[in-house]
């Protein structure tokens, strides 16, 4: 199963071609299991263009599995630790949403297709992150 990050979605409504769109077009060809999370919902609908663009991409996104963190504070408070761990490892969060998302992988055992070099960075601190 797969967490599928903003930075792939947007590449590929955009139809740029790059690594991650094709590894996220192979996902939809194989059928495998994928989903966003509320904040990769928000940053998306964000990037709509126009009230005709934003109610096309809500319509999409609304079909996805969305998923979410489990645990209440204990999940923010475990997020907050993925800031805390890269900051202590000299490793540079440029956003929060960005371990809110790390958390959601980390908790529903998901694998993040990513196109944005903070989740690398922090892949390499949080050992528990891991890449699709």
């Known amino acids: 199963m797969v967490l599928v990050d903003t930075s792939v979605l947007i590449d590929f409504l955009r139809g740029r071609q790059n690594e991650t769109t094709q590894k996220f077009d192979d996902l939809l060809s194989s059928r495998l299991p994928f989903g966003i999370n509320a904040y990769i919902y928000q940053e998306v609908l964000q990037g709509a263009a126009s009230e005709s663009d934003f109610q096309k991409l809500?319509?999409?996104?609304?079909?996805?599995?969305?998923?979410?963190?489990?645990?209440?504070?204990?999940?923010?408070?475990?997020?907050?630790?993925?800031?805390?761990?890269?900051?202590?490892?000299?490793?540079?969060?440029?956003?929060?949403?960005?371990?809110?998302?790390?958390?959601?992988?980390?908790?529903?055992?998901l694998s993040l297709l990513h196109h944005d070099t903070d989740f690398t960075r922090i892949a390499q601190v949080v050992k528990e992150l891991k890449i699709f």
């Open 58 to 109: 809500k319509k999409y996104l609304d079909t996805q599995t969305i998923y979410a963190l489990a645990r209440g504070l204990a999940s923010y408070a475990e997020a907050a630790r993925i800031y805390f761990r890269c900051r202590a490892a000299g490793v540079s969060v440029r956003s929060t949403v960005d371990c809110l998302i790390c958390q959601t992988a980390i908790e529903n055992h």
